[in-house]
């Protein structure tokens, strides 16, 4: 079956644009997550969405990230304004939620975002 | 302090060797814990799963101590295959949500 996708691959923008990343999880996985990986470092949490639940925004760096879910479906990923440091690749990733505490995060292949 | 922490990398070992990496977390609540994989340019991919008594996956052997808050991933006879980076994770809710990643140490496997 499927796995987790996301748009674009790669992206490429002007400091003082607005982006939008995309993600489309497995079909029938509750929970989305957002991670953000800069070049040589680990995954940095971003956000978290468990069904109708409110989403977990913890990891969220500034007031200029938001992500919504449309039901258990589809997310998108905006930054406003990118600067620079925004540059990294931007993983999503679904698993069935809550439930077990052993449940695998499956990761799609990440949008590359490069701020000039 | 960061959350999860792994020895500092890069590990160069020949083929054959027996390598072991060694993380440790700093929320004595977390309840599960994992090792992923993530290839060069690639997405992590779950490697195993830790369990309180600890687990085995063929040459890859997973050890937890609670007491210490201190997790391990041994590989012994190591193939060239084996190069990657490997990621300590640790869940960062009581409900299997959130997961909490360490820097990833990398390992590269010589002929």
């Known amino acids: 079956g499927a796995g987790v996708s996301q748009s674009p691959s790669n992206k490429v923008t002007e400091k003082g644009k607005d982006v939008e990343l995309r993600c489309d999880p497995i079909?029938?996985?509750?929970?989305l997550y957002w991670y953000r990986q800069r070049l040589g470092q680990g995954l940095e949490f971003l956000i978290y969405f468990q069904g109708n639940s409110a989403p977990d925004k913890s990891g969220l760096p500034s007031d200029r990230f938001s992500a919504e879910r449309t039901g258990e479906s589809v997310s998108t990923l905006t930054i406003q304004r990118t600067q620079q440091e925004d540059s990294a690749v931007y993983l999503c990733?679904?698993?069935?939620?809550?439930?077990?505490?052993?449940?695998?995060?499956?990761f799609g292949p990440g949008t590359r975002l490069t701020v000039l | 302090r960061k959350e999860v922490e792994q020895d500092p990398g890069p590990f160069n070992v020949p083929e054959g060797a027996t390598v072991a990496f060694n993380c440790t977390y700093s929320?004595?609540?977390?309840?599960?814990f994992f090792w992923y994989r993530q290839d060069c340019r690639k997405e992590p991919k779950l490697l195993m799963s830790?369990?309180?008594s600890g687990n085995e996956d063929g040459r890859f052997t997973a050890q937890l101590n609670r007491a210490s808050q201190y997790i391990s991933l041994l590989i012994r006879d190591s193939k060239l295959s084996d190069s990657a980076t490997y990621l300590c994770?640790?869940?960062?809710?009581?409900?299997?949500?959130?997961?909490?990643f360490g820097q990833g140490t990398e390992l590269s496997v010589k002929p």
């Open positions: 994770v640790v869940n960062g809710d009581n409900q299997g949500g959130k997961l909490i």
């Open positions: 079909s029938g996985h509750t929970a």
């Open positions: 929320n004595s609540a977390s309840q599960s």
């Open positions: 990733a679904s698993n069935k939620g809550r439930g077990s505490l052993y449940n695998e995060q499956f």
């Open positions: 830790v369990y309180s």
